[in-house]
């Protein structure tokens, strides 16, 4: 049955993501399970085979094994920095509601399991919302994260953020969400040699 299969998926969700059975700060919602149906098993009726878990867990799987262990991912998914589950037409009438060039969500892919993509306003008339898949070398290890890279587009100023304890949405300046997280720059030593030529006077 699919309560079943929802009880099984909040299980290994849980564990995944580092929480503490009975004191979670973000579990999956009705809303969440909503969605994974929708996408992954509109044709099951409330019959789930084997099959159709592999069919789930070969999507979801990717992305809580990225939750778990890419830096800072996990705080990000429990604070609702990151959204997640929602689709493209839900996502594009959220931020043409918000009316605010800058404002992004950062979501799940639906097609290729485990990776990012940030949805965002941009300043056209009429406004319009642009999706981009972010790409394993946009954060390429401990070096450069997901807030860091996040950090770089001023295309990407205003996080539409999940409270997940209120399942609602809020907007915040990009910054106050994510600036803990930034790498912190460290002055490079003196290598003998000039950043640039000076002319003889």
């Known amino acids: 049955l699919f309560i079943r299969f929802c009880n099984v998926i909040q299980r290994h969700y849980v564990k995944a993501t580092r929480q503490t059975v009975g004191a979670e700060v973000r579990t999956l919602a009705v ?25 789930v867990w070969a999507w979801l799987g990717p992305y809580l094994h990225r939750i778990r262990y890419q830096r ?15 689709d493209r037409p839900h996502v594009e009438t959220l931020l043409l509601q918000s009316s605010r060039p800058g404002a992004f969500i950062l979501r799940f892919s639906e097609r290729v399991p485990g990776q990012l993509a940030v949805s965002y306003l941009i300043a056209s008339e009429p406004r319009s919302v642009r999706h981009y898949l972010i790409k394993d070398s946009d954060t390429a290890g401990a070096k450069k994260t997901l807030p860091d890279f996040l950090r770089e587009y001023k295309e990407f100023s ?21 600036e803990e997280y930034y790498s912190k720059k460290t ?15």
């Open 72 to 86: 800072h991912l996990c705080s990000l998914w429990l604070s609702g920095a990151v959204f997640g589950f929602i």
């Open 187 to 201: 002055e490079s030593a003196f290598d003998g040699y000039e950043d640039a030529i000076i002319p003889d006077e």
């Open 158 to 178: 205003l996080l539409l953020k999940l409270v997940p304890s209120l399942r609602k949405l809020e907007i915040r300046e990009k910054s106050t969400c994510l």
């Open 31 to 55: 809303a969440d399970f909503n969605y994974i149906r929708k996408i992954k098993l509109a044709s099951c009726g409330d019959q789930v085979t084997l099959d159709d878990f592999k069919r």
